[in-house]
């Protein structure tokens, strides 16, 4: 049993290494065809064509990682209205996944530092909104920049657990960030549920990738139209609670 454990273990580091190189050769061909959209299409086009680059690559990396990405419940998703979209996170998989799971352009919000990281920091500083959580007023700022998205029709994606989910339990404590964006907005929260992200690459052993299907679910659509700041836990508390019943009852055939 060890010695399988050990050729299992080498093969999936062996296939990580393939995926390292497809990564790194993939963001070299892309970055051309972001600088080139940031750079000639007008502010209000370029989310939308970098959007469709995003959706390309991500697709082309699941063909290339031999991973099957199956989606339930977009149609629930109306194809004119801006979302707060929200899910769960355990792996840096969930990314091209969360691009493949609805055809809306929308804006992440990544973390500062990762704006400075070589060739992918260029597409994440032009196409992501990103927030210093250590500062109070670039937190204020980053706030402000969603609800401008929001209200120009560019749909917002965050992950309510604030981090990736190295633990146990299904689901972090959620901030309460996504559900006040979306109450100010009066934007509807979209609810997406991953499944086996972290078995494909887990955040325990980011070196090692394995392939396989990857479930991804739409689960609920929440108006927030009318609610106030008082609300906010009771709907905070039921999504969440919504989205750990999921989790736990595992992906549907």
């Known amino acids: 049993m060890k010695i399988l454990s050990f050729i299992r273990r080498f093969?999936?580091?062996i296939f990580s290494i393939y995926a390292a190189i497809i990564m790194l050769?993939?963001?070299?061909?892309v970055i051309p065809m972001y600088i080139f959209v940031f750079n000639t299409c007008s502010d209000k086009r370029a989310p939308i064509v970098a959007h469709r680059i995003s959706r390309g690559w991500a697709r082309f990396l699941f063909i290339a990682f031999f991973i099957r990405y199956r989606l339930r419940g977009e149609e629930m998703l109306s194809p004119d209205q801006p979302y707060v979209f929200i899910s769960n996170h355990r792996s840096?998989?969930?990314?091209?996944?969360y691009a493949l799971s609805c055809k809306h352009t929308f804006r992440f919000l990544s973390k500062a530092e990762l704006g400075h990281v070589p060739l992918l920091g260029y597409i994440i500083r032009n196409l992501y909104i990103t927030v210093n959580r250590k500062d109070k007023h670039d937190r204020h700022r980053s706030i402000e920049k969603m609800?401008?998205?929001l209200r120009a029709g560019i749909s917002v994606f965050l992950a309510p657990e604030g981090t990736r989910n190295t633990g146990t339990s299904p689901l972090l404590d959620f901030k309460d960030g996504a559900f006040r964006l979306a109450i100010a907005a009066e934007i509807p929260i979209a609810v997406l549920v991953l499944h086996d992200a972290d078995q494909r690459l887990s955040p325990l052993r980011p070196i090692e990738m394995t392939p396989g299907i990857i479930h991804g679910e739409w689960i609920g659509v929440f108006p927030t139209k009318g609610y106030t700041e008082a609300q906010l836990p009771v709907l905070k508390s039921?999504?969440?609670?919504?989205?750990e019943q999921r989790l736990l009852d595992g992906p549907q055939a």
């Open 11 to 13: 093969l999936s580091f």
């Open 25 to 29: 050769a993939s963001i070299l061909a």
């Open 92 to 97: 840096l998989l969930d990314i091209p996944c």
């Open 147 to 149: 609800l401008t998205s």
């Open 238 to 243: 039921e999504i969440r609670q919504r989205m």
